[in-house]
């Protein structure tokens, strides 16, 4: 077993839907160490969500994992029954969605709701899951605990809820908390309210946490680490520092140039990466990027590029990091 | 939700008067009066009757009596059946219709809704296509075949159930069954497609990434959400088995208040065929009131608005 | 020595690291082709095995309802002597004299009922009766529900609100009550006007028909009516219309091209969905004897006349009641069809 607390190595996913095998996940690697935060950055279809998904084996039909093997906690998670995962999620690993509008079942109590994981993983009775249900709303810093066990979702704003589901989700205090695009669907102070209170409860509690987004913002203020995604692959990896004074990839310079900048002059056009994503069916045999990539080489269209590594944690897979580094070798 | 019950009564009175009233002109508006073809009876006698039925008074002043009366539950004697009022016959021939109805209900919620939920559970296996192939043949098929296809193959041919009347409990299966064709499959469909509906939302993967089993994410969570359009469909349901015990009651021999209505239009006993009209009409409309009211009440969604 | 440090230790070929030619780039992405909404759809339809048999069943029972009988050697009213009663494919006394006489006498395939009418010709009238009552109810639901509520959702305000307060009245009316009562009502009156010159007709189709038609006439078509108001009401507002107009658009542009589009495909899925509820509804009424004058055959009223001898002649009953359950499921099963493959929300 790992020394990490997540350590997924080479995994490799695909949906095997009726028009033929979706590749999500080509060769993912990750891993996370107590405490620590993870950023996992990329567009809609990188893959972000799949991968902390396996985690907990909410993988979506018709999904399956095709390789490598994912560790959490001790567990060797490509091996446990539906029975064991059970035991594992919103116990010692828990996830909040990117939507608390429909993620939180309209016909029961927020109350009930919280309550419902309580009862589930801990030997507390119905008193002692109301008490803790009415600590947890106070923690994610809801007023009038009492008042809202009582209220039903449609009664509370975005924000409430996201704090609920934040609530339920650090009920059984976890190890690891995935964070689901949660300020998407939210305002932006809102946003900053929810970040906020996350960076607070980890110090708090000592969690690790994912946080999957494809804003920069978001994971700037809050991530050790950030993994950036494209068409399933890690393209690049490194610190918060590494990434955005640093980056190495075509893809993550493009992602930090495309940002809108409050300082830029009115008629500055904004700076989107050309081209449009593969079709996941049909993924080339080299880099996904490069038909998009202004560095594009012959090479790049043909196989993948082995890792280059800069530091113990900075990383990219790419033929003109890899050409750059071997001509710094061969000058030594 | 006061507002909204007054407001839904109130839409109720004014169909009852509705259909009153076009229940009334549309009787009068035959030419020559309920005894026209009737078999030779002299003028003279003909005035009489006209004079003991009200039949010579402007049409206003009846229309009026006649609201009025109804509205007090007096429909008038009638016609055919002599000695007998209206009300009479509704009130000993309605109970049996009812029965048979209400046990129809019965059957199609608990047949209906298990199957709906577990068609939705076996999605695309054999048992979901098995199950709609049933559910589609029970709402296409129309209800006199339903109850021919019974009666000829359990009465006649297999002559293991009886097919007149209501004097066993065994003389109860085959119209209940035929009734309860139609609403059970539709109930059917209607979960299922309810069910599929709410297991793709995202507080089902709430759910399961809260580790709950899938027996608990079904029954508690799910199933309290899908069960919702089935109890809208509550309302229609009774209205259709009230109008379904027509042809039941026909085909069955079946001494009910369907076969009654029947016999008043078959008849042309005026006075009957007004005040069942009028009375099975208000029956459905109640029940469509009710059971909205009810279904406001069960989503909490509602509750506050 | 200059050493080429790539070939050396990645055994690569130095010209894989010139920048790539932008076909080559384009031959990696690999878009696939966007369809037209029609196209789309028929394509999904013609894949649906169970709606291709239900149209082709439904056009071969509309051969033998419309076209057949004016070829077939039997009349629906005809009635031959000495040829009651006959079972399937059964002969007379008389008619097999006529063929040892060497006369050529056409099968009765579905026998005679008890009146010496062939039944096979009177099972094809009753099909036909029961296909045109389906699909003129559903043309007049169709007419007078979208330009009802074309008008509601148009004009909107209190123009709306009235009209809708009138649908939900007519809504909440028994439809089957108020047939039964407008059938029956309006009997004589149109035994009168039938009378009158060039009214003729009514008469041949039976009052009991025109009522039915009155009737869909006046109450069915609220369910439309609702539908098509939202439906437009969903479109106004809609994104679509914004972004087309945000484009330039002009109205009736936006009219054509999005509103009809979207509406139309749950119009026909709508308008196909009535057809057997009408003709459901006409056989039920039918069989109650509320339906065509006799001699004129439905299916609904063959069975009702069936019945009484089911004993003896079962095949009297069940043949028609077969090919009105084979009508109204097929219809049923096309419509489904039709709805699963052009509502794009339910693509998977």
């Known amino acids: 077993m790992s020394e990490y607390l997540v350590d997924i190595q080479h995994e490799r996913l695909s949906f095997f839907t009726p028009a033929g095998e979706v590749k999500a996940l080509n060769d993912v690697s990750i891993h996370l160490n107590d405490g620590e935060v993870l950023g996992i950055v990329g567009e809609s279809g990188s893959g972000k969500s799949v991968t902390a998904y396996s985690l907990m084996g909410l993988t979506a039909y018709p999904g399956k994992l095709v390789g490598g093997t994912i560790d959490f906690n001790g567990h060797r998670i490509n091996d446990l029954s539906e029975k064991e995962f059970r035991k594992i999620r919103g116990n010692e690993v828990s996830i909040i969605f990117q939507d608390p509008m429909t993620s939180l079942n309209p016909v029961y109590t927020i109350g009930n709701q919280i309550m419902e994981v309580i009862l589930l993983h801990t030997d507390k009775n119905k008193e002692q899951a109301r008490a803790r249900a009415k600590e947890l709303l106070e923690l994610v810093g809801i007023n009038e605990p009492e008042k809202r066990l009582k209220q039903y979702p449609h009664e509370l704003s975005g924000g409430m809820r996201q704090r609920v589901m934040i609530a339920i989700a650090l009920a059984c205090e976890p190890k690891l908390l995935i964070a689901d695009e949660p300020t998407t669907a939210l305002d932006v102070t809102i946003q900053a309210q929810i970040l906020e209170l996350m960076m607070e409860l980890k110090e708090k509690l000592g969690m690790a946490i994912i946080m999957i987004t494809h804003d920069l913002g978001v994971v700037a203020s809050m991530c050790d680490r950030i993994a950036v995604m494209y068409a399933g692959r890690i393209v690049e990896y490194g610190t918060t520092d590494d990434i955005f004074y640093n980056p190495k990839h075509e893809y993550t310079k493009g992602l930090l140039k495309s940002i809108p900048r409050l300082d830029a002059k009115e008629h500055e056009r904004l700076v989107p990466i050309e081209g449009t994503p593969i079709d996941l069916l049909n993924p080339p045999a080299g880099c996904p990027f490069a038909p998009r990539c202004s560095n594009c080489m012959k090479i790049c269209l043909r196989e993948m590029a082995p890792v280059t590594t800069f530091d113990d944690v900075h990383y990219t897979q790419c033929w003109m990091n890899q050409k750059e580094q071997m001509e710094r070798e061969a000058a030594k | 939700m006061g507002k909204y019950i007054l407001k839904r009564i109130a839409l109720a009175f004014v169909t009852i008067w509705a259909v009153a009233t076009i229940t009334f002109f549309l009787m009068n508006l035959v030419p020559g009066g309920p005894f026209l073809s009737e078999k030779a009876i002299s003028p003279a006698a003909t005035k009489a009757l006209e004079a003991k039925y009200g039949l010579d008074k402007p049409m206003a002043e009846r229309y009026f009596t006649y609201i009025s009366d109804a509205a007090h539950g007096d429909f008038g004697d009638s016609l055919k059946q002599r000695g007998r009022t209206v009300m009479d016959i509704i009130a000993t021939k309605f109970p049996v219709s009812a029965k048979l109805g209400g046990m129809a209900v019965v059957l199609a919620l608990c047949v209906g809704v298990p199957l709906g939920v577990l068609a939705a559970y076996k999605r695309g296996t054999f048992i979901d296509s098995l199950f709609s192939v049933i559910a589609t043949c029970g709402i296409a098929v129309p209800g006199f075949v339903i109850c021919t296809l019974l009666l000829y193959v359990f009465g006649v041919k297999l002559q293991w159930l009886p097919t007149l009347g209501l004097k066993s409990a065994q003389s109860y299966i085959m119209p209940v069954v035929a009734l309860a064709a139609y609403p059970t499959s539709y109930i059917m469909r209607l979960m299922r497609s309810s069910m599929l509906d709410v297991l793709g939302q995202d507080y089902m993967r709430t759910a399961k990434a809260k580790g709950l089993s899938q027996k608990v994410s079904l029954f508690k969570h799910a199933l309290r959400n899908a069960i919702l359009p089935v109890i809208t469909y509550v309302g229609p349901m009774l209205a259709y088995t009230l109008t379904g015990s027509f042809v039941t009651e026909k085909i069955f021999t079946i001494p009910g208040l369907g076969g009654e209505f029947i016999k008043a239009i078959n008849g042309r006993d005026y006075t009957m065929i007004m005040g069942t009209t009028i009375f099975l009409a208000t029956i459905m409309i109640v029940m469509n009131v009710i059971v909205d009211i009810v279904y406001k009440l069960v989503d909490p969604r509602i509750k506050l608005k | ?348």
């Open chain 3, 1 to 348: 020595m200059e050493k080429n440090p790539l070939s050396f230790q990645l055994k690569l070929n130095p010209d894989d690291f010139l920048p790539a030619t932008d076909e080559e780039k384009e031959g990696l992405v690999v878009m696939r082709d966007s369809v037209s909404f029609w196209k789309d759809g028929f394509r999904r339809l013609r894949k649906n095995k169970v709606a291709m048999v239900c149209l082709f069943i439904i056009i071969i029972v509309m051969i033998f309802a419309f076209i057949v009988p004016a070829f077939y050697p039997y009349s629906y009213e005809q009635q031959i002597q000495g040829a009651n009663n006959l079972a399937p494919m059964q002969y007379s006394a008389k008619e097999m004299e006529q063929i040892a006489a060497g006369e050529k006498v056409f099968p009765h395939f579905f026998g005679t009922d008890k009146m010496g009418r062939d039944y096979a010709i009177r099972v094809m009238m009753g099909s036909r009766i029961s296909l045109l009552v389906g699909i003129i109810a559903a043309a007049i639901i169709l007419v007078i529900g979208s330009i009802f509520g074309s008008i509601a959702a148009f004009a909107g305000g209190w123009v709306d609100l009235i009209m809708m307060r009138i649908v939900d009245i007519i809504y909440t009316i028994p439809d089957v009550l108020l047939i039964v009562l407008l059938s029956f009502a309006l009997k004589a009156p149109l035994k009168v006007l039938a009378q009158a010159p060039g009214f003729g007709w009514i008469s041949v189709v039976g009052e009991n028909l025109i009522s039915i038609f009155i009737v869909f006439a006046l109450l069915y078509w609220v369910g439309m009516a609702r539908m098509v108001r939202s439906q437009i009401l969903m479109l106004k507002e809609s994104e679509y219309v914004t972004a087309a107009r945000a484009l330039g658009a002009s109205s009736a542009r936006i009219i054509k091209k999005h509103l009809l589009t979207n509406c139309i495909g749950t119009l026909i899925v709508t308008t196909t969905l009535q057809i057997p509820s009408s003709i459901f509804t006409e056989s039920f009424l039918s069989f109650l004897g509320l339906g065509v004058a006799v001699p004129m055959p439905s299916l609904g009223s063959l069975a009702s006349d069936a019945i009484n001898g089911l004993n003896t002649y079962p095949y009297l009953l069940f043949i028609p009641a077969a090919v009105i359950s084979l009508i109204i499921l097929s219809f049923n099963l096309l419509g489904d069809g039709l709805r699963d493959a052009f509502d794009p929300k339910l693509k998977n």
